[in-house]
C-alpha cells in the first residue's frame, strides 16, 4: 500500500518532444505528490509538485497532471532538451512524512 | 543547489564497522529526513526528525539511528555495517508547518562497505 509505480524504467526522446512519465499509488492517505530530477553523483532536485485538490499544475515546460480517482500522476516536459537527459522520480507523502519514491524514469533526450 | 550540506562525501568502511553521517539543513528549516538510495533505485525512507524527535520511521532495523541538534542539523548512525549497507545516503530538510511541505535534497554521502 506504500508502493509508487512508475513507468517507463527509461525513455528516450528526441529533442524538442514531449516527455511522459507516469506514476501510480495506493494509499489514499498521501497529500503532497512532487517530483525529483536526479542528476549523477547528485541528490535529487524538486522540480514541480501538486496536492490532490487541484487536477492539473504548470510551472515552464514541466506539467503534472493529477486522477485522483485513479490515484495516477504524470509529469509532461514539452520541448524535450538535451539538458533535461536526468533521472526523474515521482514520490508521494502523507502530511510532509514518510515520503515514499518511485523507482525512477531514466530520460535521455536526443539532440 | 539547495542550502542542504552533507559530509563526508565518500566513505568506505568495512563489514562490522560503525559511521556516522552529517547533514546541515537549509536555513529556515526545521525537519531533517534521512534516505538510503541503492545504485539505480528510488531513494528508501529512513526516518525523519523533528525539534530532536523522530517523527517518522521507514522499514530500517535499529542499527541505523539519528540525532538532531537545537540548530537543526543531525546525524545519522548506522552500527554492525552489512555490504548492502553500501549505498548514497541522502538528508533532505523541510520546514513542518502542519500541511505538505517541499523537502530539499543535499547531496549525500557515498558509503561504500566492503
Known amino acids: 500500500q506504500q508502493q509508487v509505480k512508475q513507468s517507463p524504467q527509461s525513455l528516450i526522446v528526441q529533442k524538442g518532444g514531449i516527455s511522459i512519465i507516469n506514476c501510480a499509488y495506493e494509499n489514499t492517505a498521501f497529500d503532497y505528490f512532487p517530483w525529483y530530477q536526479q542528476f549523477p553523483g547528485k541528490g535529487p532536485a524538486l522540480l514541480i509538485a501538486?496536492?490532490?485538490?487541484?487536477s492539473e499544475k504548470k510551472e515552464g515546460r514541466f506539467t503534472i497532471s493529477f486522477n485522483k480517482s485513479a490515484k495516477q500522476f504524470s509529469l509532461h516536459i514539452m520541448d524535450s532538451q538535451p539538458g533535461d537527459s536526468a533521472t526523474y522520480f515521482c514520490?508521494?507523502?502523507?502530511?510532509?512524512?514518510?515520503?515514499?519514491f518511485g523507482p525512477g524514469t531514466r530520460l535521455s533526450v536526443l539532440p | 543547489e539547495t542550502g542542504v550540506t552533507q559530509s563526508p562525501t565518500h566513505l568506505i568502511k568495512t563489514r562490522g564497522q560503525q559511521v556516522t553521517l552529517r547533514c546541515s539543513s537549509q536555513s529556515g528549516h526545521n525537519t531533517v529526513s534521512w534516505y538510503q538510495q541503492a545504485l539505480g533505485q528510488g531513494p528508501q525512507f529512513i526516518f525523519q526528525?523533528?525539534?530532536?524527535?523522530?517523527?517518522g520511521r521507514g522499514n530500517f532495523p535499529p542499527r541505523f539511528s539519528g540525532l538532531q541538534f537545537p540548530n537543526y542539523s543531525s546525524e545519522l548512525n548506522v552500527n554492525a555495517l552489512e555490504l548492502d549497507d553500501s549505498a548514497l545516503y541522502l538528508c533532505?530538510?523541510?520546514?513542518?508547518?502542519?500541511?505538505?511541505?517541499?523537502?530539499?535534497f543535499g547531496p549525500g554521502t557515498r558509503l561504500t562497505v566492503l
Open positions: 533532505a530538510s523541510s520546514r513542518m508547518s502542519g500541511a505538505a511541505n517541499e523537502q530539499f
Open positions: 501538486i496536492r490532490p485538490d487541484v
Open positions: 514520490a508521494a507523502s502523507d502530511y510532509g512524512q514518510n515520503f515514499v
Open positions: 526528525y523533528y525539534r530532536e524527535e523522530e517523527n
